[in-house]
């Protein structure tokens, strides 16, 4: 008998939160449950859309400017309390930098005005003015006692309030403000971060936690087991990212560029 297996990834706003391929996220997933036999529906919600998190397995939101991140608040908004419903039902959730930060309480622009987030972590984020140097480069941080690695371009300084789990500790960059070494969010199986990349193409470790979180969450006990994949290219990725962001060259953005 085969058994059909199924996840929904929904991607809000993939046109306007998509900084550094941010999509890629929704990719990963998509092929890693593929080559297993399992359909990943990928489903991209837009502003305005008829959606709702009811039918959804994993949720995706990427980062942009704080412009984009403007454009979409209000229609965040709106599905805010059906998000953090999601969220305490055990629903996984990548939110990833401007995505991350109107997850949390609220995101003090560039600009000084406030932006209210949906509260699934318990964190504010301030973005300190435009005089004062962005977050920039490769990062490297440990996750679980392993390395996950990303390339984080931000503005914005994240603080959690007490009591909010980060979700892994800064080694190399900035992570959440290049002050207390913690770097993201986690909340249930909710997890925010800086990290681009991106960051589930060369972190297949966190990819199939993704996806082993959203498969338990629907099939329970009859959840089928992740066997192994055949991840060099990935791994390669990843062992590059380690290797830029521990060579200064590399990993001073702006001379690279120069
Ligand atoms: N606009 C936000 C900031 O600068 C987020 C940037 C991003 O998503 N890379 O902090």
Known sequence: ?????????????????????????????????????????????????????????????????????????????????????????????????GGFQLFGQHYRGWDGEIMEGIAVFDAVAAHPGPSIRRCVGNVVAIWEGETVVGFENHGGRT??????????????????????????????????????????????RLADRLIALALERRYGADAPALEPLDDRAALRAHAEALHAAFTPAESAIGRRFA
Not at 58 to 81: F, K, N, P
Not at 178 to 203: C, I, M, S
């Open 159 to 204: 603080y959690l309030n007490e009591g909010q789990q980060a979700f892994a500790s800064v080694v190399s960059g900035f992570g959440n403000n290049g002050g207390d070494g913690l770097e993201g969010a986690q909340r249930k199986n909710a997890f925010g971060t800086y990290l681009h990349g991106a960051v589930l193409p060369k972190n297949p």
């Open 1 to 97: 008998m085969s058994v059909d297996w199924v996840l929904n990834v929904a991607v809000l706003y993939p046109e306007l939160l998509n900084l550094y391929g941010d999509r890629g996220n929704a990719r990963a997933l998509e092929r890693r449950c593929q080559t297993r036999g399992i359909d990943a529906n990928v489903t991209p919600v837009g502003i305005g859309d008829r959606w709702s998190p009811e039918h959804a397995d994993i949720v995706l939101v990427g980062g942009g400017q704080d412009r984009e991140q403007r454009r979409v608040q209000s229609d965040l908004h709106r599905r805010g309390a059906a998000l953090r419903e999601f969220v305490e039902d055990d629903g996984v959730v990548l939110a990833v930098c």
